[in-house]
């Protein structure tokens, strides 16, 4: 543990805590998963699937004009403490564990294609974009709209207007707006298939 980090808690209460994350590590090491199971099931046809594409083709020029590269995302939000981004957090894991597994699966498989399709400029393909659109609004789909709620409303609690306008202020706000409303449409299509 590096002496600086050290200095900021009780130095012994860290080198106890790092040993344990060694170890942690060590048991981690030895209990790997040499298989990833099969390739998850991937719905086709749906009504979302379609809602995706129009998503995806409305919204892709937008895609293309936010500065991917930024150091905005990582930014703290403005006004927000650690507490109150974690209980943000903590609704949209436990939104997180009740969504269907295979889908669930399914989605990350979605995302980790698109990571390799990004170019320089951080934007996915147009396709491997509209894969990821469908797969998430599947999994949001296969939970609750109760659970989708407490998420939307814990994270628009923290949010103050700032936020979007600034985002906004980033991009062609035509096109901005082009991609709000086809998410709105692909949202309706969304919340009627949720169970």
Same mark, same amino acid.
């Given at each position: 543990v590096p002496e600086y980090m050290k200095s900021l808690v009780n130095g012994a209460d860290a080198e106890?805590?790092?040993? #344990?994350?060694?170890?942690? @590590?060590?048991?981690?090491?030895?209990n790997q998963v040499t298989s990833t199971g099969p390739a998850a099931i991937v719905?086709?046809?749906?009504?979302?699937?379609?809602?995706?594409k129009k998503l995806s083709d409305a919204s892709y020029p937008f895609l293309k004009e936010v500065d991917w590269l930024s150091d905005i995302y990582i930014k703290p939000l403005p006004g927000v403490t650690p507490q109150q981004a974690l209980k943000a957090v903590d609704k949209t894991l436990v939104m997180g564990a009740a969504m269907d597994g295979n889908l669930l699966k399914a989605a990350?498989?979605?995302?980790?294609?698109?990571? #390799?399709?990004?170019?320089? @400029?951080g934007v996915t393909s147009a396709a491997d974009y509209e894969a990821v659109n469908a797969a998430i609004g599947r999994i949001v789909a296969s939970v609750p709209?109760?659970?989708?709620?407490d998420v939307y409303n814990a994270w628009a609690g923290l949010l103050s207007g700032a936020v979007p306008n600034k985002m906004i202020s980033m991009v062609n706000p035509l096109d901005a707006n082009a991609a709000a409303k086809a998410f709105y449409e692909f949202k309706d299509v969304v919340r009627a298939s949720q169970r």
């Amino acid at each position: 543990v590096p002496e600086y980090m050290k200095s900021l808690v009780n130095g012994a209460d860290a080198e106890k805590a790092y040993a #344990g994350f060694l170890e942690f @590590k060590d048991v981690v090491k030895k209990n790997q998963v040499t298989s990833t199971g099969p390739a998850a099931i991937v719905p086709s046809g749906d009504k979302i699937a379609a809602a995706a594409k129009k998503l995806s083709d409305a919204s892709y020029p937008f895609l293309k004009e936010v500065d991917w590269l930024s150091d905005i995302y990582i930014k703290p939000l403005p006004g927000v403490t650690p507490q109150q981004a974690l209980k943000a957090v903590d609704k949209t894991l436990v939104m997180g564990a009740a969504m269907d597994g295979n889908l669930l699966k399914a989605a990350a498989e979605a995302h980790h294609k698109a990571i #390799g399709s990004i170019d320089g @400029k951080g934007v996915t393909s147009a396709a491997d974009y509209e894969a990821v659109n469908a797969a998430i609004g599947r999994i949001v789909a296969s939970v609750p709209t109760s659970k989708t709620m407490d998420v939307y409303n814990a994270w628009a609690g923290l949010l103050s207007g700032a936020v979007p306008n600034k985002m906004i202020s980033m991009v062609n706000p035509l096109d901005a707006n082009a991609a709000a409303k086809a998410f709105y449409e692909f949202k309706d299509v969304v919340r009627a298939s949720q169970r």
